[in-house]
């Protein structure tokens, strides 16, 4: 098995073990790659209303939020990530890879959907399991691996926190002062925050998607087998991307956002419910809990980016 943990003798339940604790890590990860982008695109949100006289409103249910809300919030969607199959979160990741470039495609070169940020992170979470997964799947140190890029994680999550703790509680003072670095490097570079989450976010999906498409395909164990699963897979998520772009008002605020999960979990569901297992439908179920988990937390800032327009690329 694990060549650190060699002197364990061979009990039985003990792969079973090691495969729920893999899981785990792989969820946290996931969970804290959400924190780190919800924290950054709150401070950034939080500067953009603090800017606008007419949002102050806003700026204060961004400013809002509590350590222990996201210490739960990150520790709830870390269990729903780990509880889902990877066969299911790798559909997760390929739909709304697909979704994303139509609507960066529709939006036009320059412009950018601002609710994307958003209404990925339960597929960003998806995305770093399944890349985990798929790179490390048959390493020898694979539980070590996991251990140490969770705690990287975690610390890199936590930092995040703090900096958006620190900009909704001390910004404005210290903005105007001048004798923060942290706040002068925000108020002089803070409009750079959405490029780096679009290049982040690229790179992820990029990753999430070579492994989606892998672990996939490892199930199959024939060509006609895998045709028979990626021909209704294509056209459900064809015609799923076709209705979303052409349904009036998706992007105008929070409400939208939650029928627009309800159309996409729909819609593998019913996909999974023909080709897929049983225990497929019941991932769907999970993935469900945490889109909307992902939505409940971030709603405060899903209503400021309704009205707030990112810089082009």
């Known amino acids: ?3 650190l943990w060699s002197w364990v ?6 792969a079973w073990g090691w495969a729920l604790l893999d899981a785990l890590l792989q969820g946290l990860v996931g969970a804290c790659a959400v924190s780190v982008l919800c924290s950054l ?3 950034y949100l939080y500067i953009q209303c603090l800017n606008d006289p007419e949002r102050q409103g806003e700026k204060a249910a ?8 996201e210490l739960l919030h990150v520790a709830v969607l870390a269990a729903l990530l780990a509880l889902v199959g990877s066969r299911v979160a790798a559909l ?8 994303a470039v139509s609507t960066v495609l529709s939006l036009g070169k320059g412009a950018h959907s601002s609710q ?19 790179l490390l799947e048959g390493a020898p140190h694979g539980t070590c691996n996991l251990v140490l890029a969770a705690g990287l994680a975690g610390l890199l999550a936590t930092y995040t926190q703090r900096l958006a703790r620190h900009v909704c509680t001390l910004y404005e003072l210290h903005s105007r002062a001048r004798y923060c670095g942290v706040c002068i490097l925000l108020l002089t570079a803070g409009h750079g925050i959405p490029r780096l989450l679009r290049n982040a976010l690229t790179v992820a999906f990029a990753v999430g998607d070579l492994a989606a498409v892998a672990l996939i395909n490892r199930d199959f164990l ?14 459900c ?3 799923l991307v076709i209705y979303m772009q052409e349904e009036p008002g998706q992007s105008a605020g929070g409400r939208a956002a939650y029928q627009t999960v309800l159309v996409r979990m729909g819609g593998l569901f019913i996909l999974l419910l023909t080709v897929g297992r049983w225990t497929d439908v019941l991932h769907v179920f999970i993935s469900l809990l945490g889109e909307l988990w992902c939505l409940l937390r971030a709603g405060a800032m899903l209503e400021s980016c309704s009205v707030t327009a990112l810089p082009p690329r």
């Open 116 to 134: 994307l940020y958003l209404l990925c992170q339960y597929s960003l979470g998806c995305g770093v399991s399944c890349g985990l997964s798929f």
């Open 222 to 235: 024939s060509a006609a087998e895998a045709v028979r699963f990626w021909t209704p897979l294509t056209i």
């Open 62 to 69: 961004i400013g809002a939020q509590r350590r222990v809300l």
């Open 237 to 239: 998520y064809t015609l």
């Open 41 to 43: 695109l709150r401070v």
């Open 1 to 3: 098995m694990f060549s």
């Open 9 to 14: 003798p061979a009990l039985p339940g003990l």
């Open 92 to 99: 997760v990741v390929l739909e709304f890879s697909l979704r």
